[in-house]
């Protein structure tokens, strides 16, 4: 189909400056419905929170919901992803229009129908602030997408990480999903609900993420299950065992039909960072080489068979694709197709 060709308006050039005021102005009034409102009235529009949000999309018969647990900020870059000099970081990330100072990690959670099984991939942060006041949406984010937590059936847990598993238990030591089994890897269990692997010379989050482990995760050893990789544990759900970010950490294969996608967890944190630079280490991997070498060889298969994946902590809602570029990747987010979904 060849193009349509562009229309160029022969009328009066406008400057960058009159784009601006125009485009300025033009916002004041689609905010009113097309009655121009006070700046003062546009501010405090501007100030409320943005409501909780959630995406459909299809895999095969399954139905798929991407839910948000919210923003997870880290901070300065060069303290969280070693390996790259300070301004190689900050080039890389200007390059890429994004802040020098703040990496920003989304935590996008999957929600897959499948039959009689209602699946839930990770749970988020809980009620923690160990990051902030901007994590701990999962319950208000499943409510806007209509979706009961008594319904879900499984929980299935790449790790045995905070912003992971962290979502399972309520402060008040109740279930929240009463009414669903717990897959997790028996690597990551092991590892993060026992107090004796901690020796004075661990990071000082060890502690945290341990006992945050074992409040969610030991309450649950009635309903807990343990998969094995290569496993198809649940129908059309593979485990696909990527160590080194944690001792078990795990991706999944959802198939149906002929239709795939790659669950990758944390194999990446950044969209960025991790693929341009993929032996980029992670202060938060339980060993960052070996991370980083599963890092690449999961992200050569995926590119190389074009597989679709859903990233945990890649910008909302995470749905894309990444291609081999050189000695890194790349990341293409797939578009979002916002209509109504075929039944």
């Known amino acids: 189909m060849t193009p349509s060709p ?31 409102v006070a700046p003062g009235q546009v501010e405090a529009a501007s100030a409320l929170n943005q409501a909780p949000y959630f995406y ?19 901070g300065d870059p060069t303290a969280s992803f070693l390996g790259p000099s300070a301004d190689d970081m900050r080039a890389m990330l ?13 935590q996008n959670i999957l929600v897959v129908d499948a039959g009689d099984q209602r699946i839930l ?28 937590p008594g319904t879900i059936t499984a929980i299935v847990c790449t790790h045995g990480h ?16 009463p009414n669903a089994q717990i897959w997790i890897s028996e690597a990551d269990f092991d590892f993060w609900t026992d107090e004796a692997k901690l020796s004075a010379t661990d990071p000082a989050w060890m502690a945290p993420f ?17 998969f094995k990789d290569g496993e198809e544990f649940l129908p059309g759900l593979q485990a696909m065992f990527a160590p080194g970010h944690t001792v078990g950490h795990t991706a999944f294969i959802v198939t149906s039909g002929n239709d795939t996608l790659a669950v990758i967890g944390d194999l ?37 068979q074009r597989l679709p994946l859903i990233a945990y902590h890649f910008p909302w809602p995470g749905i894309g694709h990444v291609e081999k570029v050189g000695e890194g990747f790349r990341y293409h987010p797939a578009p979002m197709i916002m209509q109504e979904l075929p039944t």
């Not at 006041?133 to 208000?140: D, E, H």
């Open 6 to 36: 562009v229309l160029v308006n022969d009328g009066p050039k406008l400057d960058r400056r009159s784009l601006l005021f125009g485009s300025a102005g033009l916002g004041l009034a689609a905010a009113a419905g097309g009655v121009m």
């Open 56 to 74: 459909r999309f299809r895999i095969g018969e399954l139905l798929g919901t991407v839910v948000s647990d919210g923003i997870l900020p880290l």
């Open 94 to 106: 200007s390059r890429n229009f994004l802040p020098t100072d703040n990496a920003v990690l989304e």
């Open 121 to 148: 991939f990770d749970t988020g942060m809980g009620s923690s602030q160990m990051f902030g006041p901007t994590p701990g949406k999962l319950m208000p984010s499943l409510a806007a997408a209509g979706i009961d």
């Open 162 to 177: 905070c912003d992971h598993v962290w979502g399972i238990m309520s402060d008040a030591g109740e279930r929240i999903f």
């Open 210 to 226: 341990v006992e945050g482990a074992r409040r969610n995760l030991m309450p649950n050893q009635d309903r807990m299950k343990f």
């Open 268 to 304: 990446t944190h950044h969209h960025v960072i991790l693929l341009e630079t993929p032996l980029t280490q992670f202060a938060f991997d339980t060993d960052p080489a070996q991370s980083a070498q599963t890092r690449v060889r999961v992200l050569d298969m995926i590119a190389a």
